[in-house]
C-alpha cells in the first residue's frame, strides 16, 4: 500500500516554529516533484511549498523567508520547518507527490496525498 505519511503537528505559540515530516511507504518518491498543502477550516486548499527531484524550491508568498522545505532521498522523506508561525498558519498540512516534471502548484496535478497533520498557532 503506498503511503504518505506525515508527522510533527501540534500546538504553538505564535513566533514559534515546527518541524514537519512526510515519510512515503510502499514505494519511493525520490524522482517525485513533492509538495506541501495546508487547509483551514472552511477555507480551499492551498499551496505552501514544492520541491523538485532535483532540490529546486518555491513557495506561496504568504510563507517566503519563514518556511523551509527540504528532502533527504536516502531516508525518502521530505521536510517543512516552519519559523516565525502565525495564527493564520493554523491548518491541517497535508504532503502530495506529483510527477517528476512538474513545478506548479496546482494540486490536481499531485497524485499522492497524505492524511494531514494538524498545526495549531495561538496568539
Known amino acids: 500500500q503506498v503511503q504518505l505519511i506525515e508527522s510533527g503537528g501540534g500546538l504553538v505559540q505564535a513566533g514559534g516554529s515546527l518541524r514537519l515530516s512526510c515519510a512515503a511507504s510502499?514505494?519511493?518518491?525520490?524522482?517525485?516533484?513533492m509538495g506541501w498543502f495546508r487547509q483551514a477550516p472552511g477555507k480551499e486548499r492551498e499551496f505552501v511549498a514544492g520541491?523538485?527531484?532535483?532540490?529546486?524550491?518555491y513557495y506561496a508568498d504568504s510563507v517566503k523567508g519563514r518556511f523551509t522545505i527540504s528532502r533527504d532521498n536516502a531516508k525518502d522523506t521530505v521536510y517543512l520547518q516552519m519559523n516565525s508561525l502565525k495564527p493564520e498558519d493554523t491548518a491541517v498540512y497535508l504532503c502530495?507527490?506529483?510527477?517528476?516534471?512538474?513545478?506548479?502548484?496546482?494540486?490536481?496535478?499531485?497524485?499522492?496525498w497524505g492524511q494531514g497533520t494538524q498545526v495549531t498557532v495561538s496568539s
Open positions: 510502499g514505494r519511493t518518491f525520490i524522482k517525485n516533484t
Open positions: 502530495a507527490a506529483g510527477p517528476p516534471s512538474y513545478s506548479g502548484t496546482y494540486d490536481s496535478r499531485f497524485n499522492y
Open positions: 520541491i523538485s527531484w532535483r532540490g529546486d524550491t
